[in-house]
T-cell receptor, first 109, second 115 residues
Framework: DQQVKQNSPSLSVQEGRISILNCDYT??????FLWYKKYPAEGPTFLIS?????DKNEDGRFTVFLNKSAKHLSLHIVPSQPGDSAVYFC????????FGTGTSLTVIP | DAGITQSPRHKVTETGTPVTLRCHQT?????MYWYRQDPGHGLRLIHY???????DKGEVSDGYSVSRSKTEDFLLTLESATSSQTSVYFC??????????????FGEGSWLTVV
């Protein structure tokens, strides 16, 4: 049973526009979330995190939003760049380190 | 880059043979993990360790065993490899373990093909 879900396997966005990647979770006890970025043939790398005591965390072009009542988090990338093309995983690390299935982002020049 | 080295990076093996993947870290982190990545399933936790000789199962542990005799090394063993274990395996480490505020860092992966 998938505890963390990314329902969009892929996303294509024009360079300069906003990319929005979504993640839903089922366990209301989860209280810390991370986003990872993965290029082909490399390991995932940490991108940004958020604690449940916040509803937003920003780091440069990357912003993560958390909606606890909806059990939903999203990653916004503004502006999107071709180098952002990668697979993005959301994860919770307050329990068993569940990861989502990933969303493949393609930024079109 | 986190000091994580996985070996071998690529391996092809036959069904029924034993396979051991090694993860070596230079960060002296207490916690180490093995994940597998498969299309449509994302990253799934196989086993993890919270100290020398202390290990526990993850969500997909069947067919796998682990050992940790030293802080820096975490071994994943497939006792009798099956084609369903063809996957990319990632080792990960963290200093703080399973609690809020934890961040885990991944190695570069080991590609295993079972024919």
């Amino acid at each position: 049973d998938q505890q963390v879900k990314q329902n969009s396997p892929s996303l294509s966005v024009q360079e300069g526009r906003i990319s929005i990647l979504n993640c839903d979770y089922t366990n209301s006890m989860f209280d810390y979330f991370l986003w990872y970025k993965k290029y082909p043939a490399e390991g995932p790398t940490f991108l940004i995190s958020i604690s449940s005591i916040k509803d937003k965390n920003e780091d440069g072009r990357f912003t993560v939003f958390l909606n606890k009542s909806a059990k939903h988090l999203s990653l916004h990338i503004v502006p999107s760049q071709p180098g952002d093309s990668a697979v993005y995983f959301c994860a919770e690390t307050s329990n068993q380190f569940y990861f989502g299935t990933g969303t493949s982002l393609t930024v079109i020049p | 880059d986190a000091g994580i080295t996985q070996s071998p990076r690529h391996k092809v093996t036959e069904t029924g043979t034993p396979v051991t993947l090694r993860c070596h870290q230079t960060e002296n982190h207490r916690y180490m993990y093995w994940y597998r990545q498969d299309p449509g399933h994302g990253l799934r936790l196989i086993h993890y360790s919270y100290g020398v000789k202390d290990t526990d199962k993850g969500e997909v542990s069947d067919g796998y065993s682990v050992s940790r005799s030293k802080t820096e090394d975490f071994l994943l063993t497939l006792e009798s490899a099956t084609s369903s274990q063809t996957s990319v395996y990632f080792c990960a480490i963290s200093s703080t373990g399973r609690r809020s505020g934890n961040t885990i860092y991944f190695g570069e992966g080991s590609w295993l093909t079972v024919v």
